[in-house]
């Protein structure tokens, strides 16, 4: 890797660290309701957001952004496409719950690059460059290779989309009788890179948006998992919205989740 490619990743690895001390100073939270009154916003996601955009732009001119809380999505194929979430887990931002953390991604031509989860809170930073090891706090991850019946499976609830939601208590049901427990931790990004890290052995949801899964993704493939959909087809970046699952390829099948019919 170039030295100015080098220099521009801790560059950005210092801006996301200082911008989290928005999600860590908050108060008097202004929350509006997006879709529904589950899917809820407040002025802190959008300060996150136009501290890293104004910052990222600057670090690489001319890069597109893809952001949950900016209505104009870039182009995922450009040069350079920052796929950004400023708060995955506002609902526990919200109720100081803790577990939410900022993510950010960065494709190249549609190729992933480089990857940042960073769980505030626990001052956790997961990060992965391409081709390289996934790191959590500068030392290696990799995921479990324990079996299913001895692992922890986390999943999420598709909250904005109640429509999912007989299916996704069915899969838990189905999963649930066989792993060691589960837990819904209330961040996806996070979630995944609890997998990475070995913590838990798998993670489910019956849809996420790009920003919730795009830097996680990465962090996970360089720690040995792999993300597929239910069909059990790897999930590729898009804008249009994909169920996902999280996991080495052997507890995936253990799991019996995946449906080729879905
Ligand atoms: C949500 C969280 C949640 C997951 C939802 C996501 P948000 O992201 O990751 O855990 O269940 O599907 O949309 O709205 O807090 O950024
Ligand atoms: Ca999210
Ligand atoms: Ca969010």
């Known amino acids: ?152 499976v986390l999943f999420g609830t598709a909250p904005y989309n109640p429509e999912l939601t007989d299916l996704t208590f069915e899969l838990l049901r189905k999963v649930f009788g066989k792993c060691q427990d589960i837990r819904r931790m209330g961040s996806a990004a996070l979630d995944i890179c609890h997998v990475a890290c070995g913590r838990a052995g798998l993670y489910f949801e019956a849809t996420l948006s790009p920003w919730d899964y795009a830097a996680a993704a990465l962090i996970l493939k360089e720690s040995g998992g792999s993300l597929v959909n239910l069909s059990g087809q790897e999930v590729r970046l898009s804008l249009e919205k994909t169920s996902v699952v999280a996991g080495n390829m052997n507890i995936i099948a253990e799991s019996g989740i995946i449906s080729k019919q879905k």
């Open 1 to 152: 890797m170039s030295e100015s490619l080098f220099f521009t990743i801790s560059s950005l690895r210092h801006t996301i660290l200082s911008t989290s001390k928005i999600i860590l100073s908050a108060a008097d939270l202004q929350i509006t309701e997006k879709t529904s009154a589950k899917d809820l916003v407040t002025q802190y996601d959008r300060q996150v957001q136009e501290r890293l955009i104004a910052a990222i732009s600057e670090l690489v001119p001319g890069a597109e952004f893809v952001s949950e809380e900016s209505a104009e999505k870039g182009n995922i194929k450009a040069d350079d496409t920052f796929i950004i979430d400023p708060i995955d887990g506002t609902t526990n931002f919200i109720h100081q719950m803790g577990n939410c953390a900022i993510s950010v991604a960065w494709y190249k031509h549609g190729e992933p690059f480089y990857g940042a989860v960073y769980d505030p809170n626990a001052d956790e930073f997961f990060e992965a460059k391409a081709g390289e090891d996934a790191l959590l706090n500068g030392k290696p991850i990799h995921v479990s290779d324990a079996p299913l019946g001895n692992s922890i």
